[in-house]
């Protein structure tokens, strides 16, 4: 059973998973302050000196200055500000997803599917500018 285990751990996409997490989790702080200490500042001068991860609805009957003040004292909360920076800062890292992945997709030389659309008689895919259905061979468009 080890044997058969350290196969399994040993394979490349193991470990190429394990690389992947680990530099995701390194990129995932550099964007979390990318947010927090580059963005938010002056996205909050901009709208009025709101400090956003402070913005915080108090949803008991006691008042706090601040969202570290209510959470010390146990007062439930809708932390919005935590919320929009999580939100930004997941933006921000599928954006720089979505880009790598496309580079990665120029280098390597792929190119998009061709669109498709159900063939009118066996109802399967086939391109927009088939004249006959691959599948059931059925003319299309005559």
Known sequence: ??????????RG???DLAVGVIV??????IVNSLVND???PPLG???GRVDFSNLFVNLGSVHYRSLAEAK?????TLNLGIFLNTIIEFLIV??????MIR????????????PVHPCPFCRLDIAVDATRCPHCTSRIGE
């Open 1 to 10: 059973m080890f044997a058969e285990f350290k196969k399994f751990a040993l």
């Open 13 to 15: 996409n193991v470990l």
């Open 24 to 29: 995701g989790a390194a990129f995932g702080k």
């Open 38 to 40: 580059v963005l938010m």
């Open 45 to 47: 001068l901009l709208i």
């Open 72 to 76: 010390a004292a146990g007062a439930p």
């Open 94 to 99: 599928a954006y720089a997803v979505f880009l």
């Open 103 to 114: 580079q990665v997709n120029r280098v390597l030389g792929r190119v998009e599917p061709k």
